[in-house]
């Protein structure tokens, strides 16, 4: 749907997912639960891996950056479609953390996006 509207803006899958991230953060204007849904099936896989990569994790601890992802939308469905959110997200977050590991508080030492992905998830388990 949003492929077949956006044409004259967005014609790829990333152009999509990023302007998705624009207006989610930027503009503020998109419901957190529709985007979740939407973000929930399996056709939109690479829309949001777009849509994560283009949200700015800089400078932020991994406590503030799932708070950053999860206030733009929110997740529906069962474990496994949390599970593909945060490898999306422990991909996007590590590129981004390594850009700027030295200005990131608290320091921290992250090898793999692996090692992302088991602290966001104990981190969720927690909460």
Do not use: C
């Amino acid at each position: 749907y949003l492929k077949k509207n956006l044409r004259k803006r967005a014609r790829t899958d990333r152009e999509v997912g990023e302007w998705l991230a624009q207006l989610s953060t930027e503009k503020g204007g998109l419901d957190p639960t529709m985007l979740g849904n939407y973000f929930s099936r399996r056709d939109t896989l690479e829309i949001f891996r777009a849509f994560v990569s283009h949200l700015d994790f800089r400078n932020q601890d991994i406590v503030a950056a799932l708070r950053k992802l999860f206030d733009t939308f929110k997740p529906g469905g069962e474990g496994q479609v949390i599970t593909r959110i945060l490898e999306h997200f422990s991909e996007a977050y590590l590129t981004q953390w390594q850009e700027n590991k030295d200005s990131t508080e608290p320091v921290t030492a992250y090898a793999s996006p692996d090692s992302v992905l088991q602290v966001a998830v104990s981190l969720i388990m927690l909460n």
